[in-house]
């Protein structure tokens, strides 16, 4: 079982300056920074964010419209909505598949956006412990949602010892086959030292999406 070589975190332009400083932040590792009320911690970090919001850092996280709750009611296996968006704010998310990035970059519209490319091995040796793929996209919950829960984020040892097994397990579903390639890496807490992984960075003014070098 084997990662492709780079995968690609897509990011507000504007906090480009404090992915450079503090590196890439979980949406929870930005909260506690915030030092907001517990009622508005709550409110972003256990509920459904339906706007785009800033920060009291200046920090910028995304809207989670594509999951309300009704729907992750219906595909949710031992966790509540609350529990589900909490397991989701706490990762840092990388795409494999450029495609996806680009969808996920024009919900972003028109808000400008910057793209880190990341060498995998790299990170994936730093963070082992932490380091779960997925073979769904997680954040979305329309359009017959697949079932999920924690067993989503298949541990990277897991994953090589033996492919998606833990996930079909513990959710119901059937086995996936080994070649089936992961959607996402995921990162719990944070990943400070992201721009020592990096080998490239690409802005995203309005309107435009990412092509990979090469491509």
């Known amino acids: 079982m084997k990662l492709p070589n780079t995968v690609y975190h897509l990011a507000e332009e504007s906090n480009w300056p404090s992915i450079q400083r503090d590196g890439l932040l979980s949406a929870s590792k930005l909260l506690d920074a915030a030092g907001?009320?517990?009622?508005?911690?709550?409110?972003?970090?256990?509920?459904?964010?339906?706007?785009?919001?800033?920060?009291?850092?200046?920090?910028q996280i995304r809207d989670?419209?594509?999951?309300?709750?009704?729907?992750?009611?219906?595909?949710?296996?031992?966790?509540?909505?609350?529990?589900?968006?909490?397991?989701?704010?706490?990762?840092?998310?990388?795409?494999?598949?450029?495609?996806?990035?680009?969808?996920?970059?024009?919900?972003?519209?028109p808000r400008p956006q910057v793209v880190l490319a990341v060498d995998t091995a790299k990170l994936v040796d730093a963070y082992r412990e932490e380091v779960a793929v997925t073979p769904i996209n997680t954040g979305n919950a329309r359009r017959k949602p697949a079932r999920r829960g924690t067993a989503t984020f298949v541990s990277y040892a897991a994953w090589v010892e033996s492919g998606w097994e833990s996930e079909a397990l513990a959710l119901g579903v059937p086995m996936r086959k080994r070649s089936h390639q992961p959607v996402e890496v995921t990162v719990a807490g944070s990943v400070p030292d992201v721009m020592r992984f990096v080998v490239g960075v690409y802005k995203l003014p309005c309107a435009q999406q990412f092509t990979p070098p090469g491509a």
């Open 36 to 59: 907001l009320a517990r009622a508005d911690r709550a409110r972003l970090e256990r509920a459904q964010r339906l706007a785009h919001t800033e920060l009291p850092t200046g920090v």
């Open 64 to 109: 989670q419209r594509p999951m309300g709750p009704a729907a992750l009611e219906a595909c949710l296996v031992g966790l509540t909505p609350a529990e589900w968006y909490a397991l989701i704010n706490a990762r840092v998310f990388f795409w494999f598949d450029p495609d996806r990035l680009n969808r996920q970059r024009a919900a972003c519209e």
